[in-house]
């Protein structure tokens, strides 16, 4: 497939249950373009791990300055976990979709929501597993997680399908199936690119001296 028409970029939101695939998707966009596809990288107020870089691995901030990002919506999603906050910066989004890049972000429904509201541009899609006995299967074969911790993905997955008309697509990723997956998501935004609504300024200047 060709290479994307260098644009404006668009906030891309990946979501999915966990195990659907969506790390190994994400994996080959960035792997085959990522002249046109970038990662976010998420803001968080946990210490650095050995080996992590900021601004490679996470902007790490302190709690105050992460509250009042939140405060002045400069936050457009997060999360608090084991006493520590996890969100996408605005400025992320804006520094490299400026540069033309499609900003990947793998965040839940909740999260999703949240970019919809303050990036109305954002394209939504919701990774799907072939089933839930596939799903249970992926989940259960990774040899990492406890009974109950399968059955409470589980519960999560059939949760979060109920808000699938929130988002734009949907796409299945069958088992072996992640660079398929990629290639759908390329056309996902190859079409979004083309919307007569992200291209006013053409339609507008077409008469003009």
């Known amino acids: 497939m060709e290479a994307l028409t260098k644009k404006q970029g668009l906030p891309v939101v990946l979501s999915g249950p966990s195990g659907c695939g969506k790390?190994?998707?994400v994996s080959h966009l960035l792997s085959r373009y990522a002249d046109r596809f970038a990662l976010s990288v998420s803001a968080t107020t946990r210490a650095p791990r050995v080996g992590e870089q900021d601004g490679v691995h996470y902007h790490f901030?302190?709690?105050?300055s992460f509250e009042q990002a939140i405060?002045?919506?400069r936050i457009l999603e997060y999360t608090e976990?084991?006493?520590n906050y996890y969100g996408t910066p605005k400025s992320e989004l804006d520094e490299k979709t400026a540069r033309g890049y499609h900003v990947i972000l793998e965040i839940e429904v909740e999260g999703a929501r949240n970019v919809r509201r303050l990036c109305p541009e954002a394209v939504l899609i919701y990774v799907l597993p072939p089933d839930a006995k596939t799903l249970e299967a992926r989940l259960r074969g990774r040899g990492t997680n406890s009974e109950e911790d399968?059955?409470?993905r589980l519960e999560t997955a059939?949760?979060?399908i109920l808000s699938l008309e929130e988002y734009d697509y949907v796409i299945v990723n069958e088992d072996n199936g992640a660079a398929v997956a990629a290639e759908e998501i390329v056309s996902i935004m190859q079409a979004e690119a083309l919307r007569v609504t992200r291209n006013r300024i053409a339609v507008e200047s077409f008469f003009a001296p």
């Open 23 to 25: 790390g190994t998707i």
């Open 61 to 64: 901030t302190d709690r105050a």
């Open 71 to 73: 405060s002045e919506d």
């Open 81 to 83: 976990y084991c006493g």
């Open 150 to 152: 399968i059955l409470r």
């Open 158 to 160: 059939k949760r979060e």
